[in-house]
């Protein structure tokens, strides 16, 4: 089926990125995984290429967009090359949406051209060690000083992506106790610089997969956060996050189905060149039929992302439509890495190929963004259930 999404702008700037990648990322990518994280300067680089300006206003030192399309290309881009672009996702999918909705001019002017230039990373830290899908149950908390200029932050937080590296980190932290008819109450966003007096980052946690992505703990001693890094309003956190969580969860819904669609190319790449009792592995009835499936997976999977997307871009799509894409999107993915790793036999299983390394990747999209369970949830209560 023809596909609509993307015109020729979109294309002119794949073929951008896949050189880009070609020379920048592809010659270097196994030192990054062997290293557990990509450079800080590769960030300096995307920064250059304009990625990070893409949907930040013209006036802050962006291209002034308002559009997803080029992020889609994005990852379609690196699991076809079978690279990550190590944290730095977090930066646009979910810095950005909240700077951009919640900044003031003030706030803008500061925080804008050094995160269009990559001279400021940013990342998002809502999980806790005690509470991830139960946001409401954080226990970070950020008291107001009496003289009124800065919050106290107290706490921590874990599994924080890009949390190595970042300059800011948007922090959610309770300014006042849960109510009694609400708990969501009281929590509220702080864009903190990592530079500040009692803030520190603990270990770098060893994942299964994303090796070249920094994922960190952080902790928080009486950290001295000016009033005026406080994002929006006092107490509506909560709120915020449930609005931008439909964004974070398209993404995490093709890049799945983008891991799927690489899955899928590079199996059928394998079992062609492969020779197994002295005929290619493709030549098999059970290969066909197992690639078939997987690409009628992948269309289906396409299809959904693509529609999800669109609805993004015109700000119609819905907490319950992003978690069905991302629920939708990821178990097609799950399933198809998996049968094509398989008609790898056992150079699937190795890291030097790209399925081995998608496999472990694609593992965590079920998990991050709000667990499969909870898009259930929300999709059922969207039902009436
Ligand atoms: C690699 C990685 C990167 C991450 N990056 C970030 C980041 O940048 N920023 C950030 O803030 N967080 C990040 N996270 C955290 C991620 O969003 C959480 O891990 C996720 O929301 C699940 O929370 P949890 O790990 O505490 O699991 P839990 O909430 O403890 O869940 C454990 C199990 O219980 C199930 N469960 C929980 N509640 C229910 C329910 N109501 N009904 C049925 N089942 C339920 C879950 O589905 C799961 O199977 C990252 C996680 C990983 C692994």
Aim: with cysteine; aromatic share 10%; charged share 25%.
């Amino acid at each position: 089926m023809r596909r609509t999404v993307f015109n020729e702008d979109h294309e002119a700037f794949r073929e951008t990125l896949r050189a880009f990648i070609e020379a920048e990322v592809v010659p270097v990518y196994d030192e990054w995984f062997q290293a557990g994280q990509a450079p800080r300067d590769f960030y300096y680089k995307l920064g250059e290429l304009g990625i990070f300006g893409i949907n930040v206003p013209e006036e802050f030192g962006g291209a002034g967009l308002d559009t997803h399309k080029f992020e889609a290309v994005l990852y379609e881009e690196t699991s076809r090359a079978g690279v990550n672009f190590g944290g730095s996702g977090v930066h646009v999918l979910l810095a950005l949406p909240y700077i951009k909705m919640l900044a003031t001019d003030e706030q803008k002017k500061r925080f804008l051209p050094k995160f269009v230039s990559g001279e400021e990373m940013w990342a998002l830290a809502m999980t806790e060690p005690g509470t991830g899908s139960d946001v409401a149950g954080m226990k970070t908390t950020a008291k107001l000083s009496e003289d009124g200029t800065h919050y106290v932050l107290n706490g921590s937080k874990t599994f924080i992506t890009g949390g190595v590296h970042a300059d800011r980190v948007i922090v959610c932290a309770r300014t006042s106790a849960p109510s009694e008819d609400d708990r969501r109450f009281g929590i509220s966003l702080f864009a903190v610089d990592t530079k500040s007096e009692g803030y520190s980052i603990g270990r770098k946690l060893d994942k299964l997969g994303l090796k070249t992505s920094d994922t960190a703990e952080l902790a928080f001693v009486d950290v001295k956060v000016p009033v005026e890094d406080l994002l929006g309003e006092e107490g509506k956190g909560f709120y915020y996050l449930g609005h931008n969580l439909a964004s974070e969860r398209w993404g995490i819904a093709f890049g799945a189905y983008a891991q799927a669609a690489a899955a899928v190319r590079f199996a059928q790449q394998y079992v062609t060149d492969r020779t197994v009792f002295g005929k290619p592995v493709a030549h098999f009835q059970n290969t066909k039929f197992e690639l078939a499936a997987c690409q009628a997976e992948v269309d289906a999977a396409q299809a959904v992302a693509d529609r999800a997307l669109e609805a993004l871009d015109a700000g119609e799509l819905t907490p319950a439509e992003a978690a069905s894409a991302k629920l939708f999107c990821t178990e097609v993915a799950h399933r198809v890495i998996d049968r094509c790793l398989q008609l790898h036999g056992g150079y699937g299983y190795m890291n030097e190929y790209p399925i081995a390394r998608l496999y472990a990747d694609n593992r965590v999209n079920r998990i991050y963004g709000g667990t499969s369970e909870i898009m259930k949830s929300i999709i059922a209560k969207s039902m009436g259930l």
